[in-house]
């Protein structure tokens, strides 16, 4: 099973402020913007951490589980998806416009179906999926 969901923890600098920081993503290292929560900017800096990765070619990595006093950025099940999706295309090294082409899509579509901030429906990750030869499959679990 995937997760990627993942922790963060602050750090008080000299100066006071918190940093963020992140185990599985060392590039994370971020602070938040006037008014905003340090939770709130965790996840910023997590989707924007993975937005570069995704659009460098990166593979996406999973989490590590949560130490105590750690916050953990939960990430949506669409989300996840498009992360398995580019961790797929980096596998099969197959770039955007491959993809495009395997699954009849413009090259548009698949950067909008990359984007974490898209709104995608699953339907159309599951077709992404499968035309790289995958199966997408959605499971249910006890909180």
Not at 30 to 38: I, M, Q, R, V
Not at 112 to 133: C, F, V, W
Request: glycine share 4%; hydrophobic share 40%; charged share 30%.
């Amino acid at each position: 099973m995937c997760n990627f969901n993942f922790a963060c923890h602050f750090v008080k600098v000299e100066d006071g402020t918190e940093i963020i920081k992140c185990r599985d993503i060392p590039e994370l290292l971020s602070w938040p913007a006037d008014g905003e929560t340090k939770e709130d900017w965790a996840r910023y800096a997590v989707q924007d951490c993975i937005s570069f990765m995704m659009k460098d070619g990166i593979k996406v990595p999973y989490a590590t589980p949560a130490k105590k006093g750690e916050f953990v950025v939960e990430l949506t099940p669409t989300e996840e998806a498009k992360i398995l999706l580019h961790n797929e295309m980096v596998d099969a090294n197959i770039g955007r416009s491959s993809l495009a082409e395997k699954t009849g899509f413009s090259l548009s579509e698949i950067t909008r179906l990359l984007n974490l901030k898209h709104r995608t429906k699953i339907d159309t990750l599951e077709q992404a999926l499968k035309s790289l030869g995958k199966r997408f499959n959605l499971t249910v679990q006890s909180l």
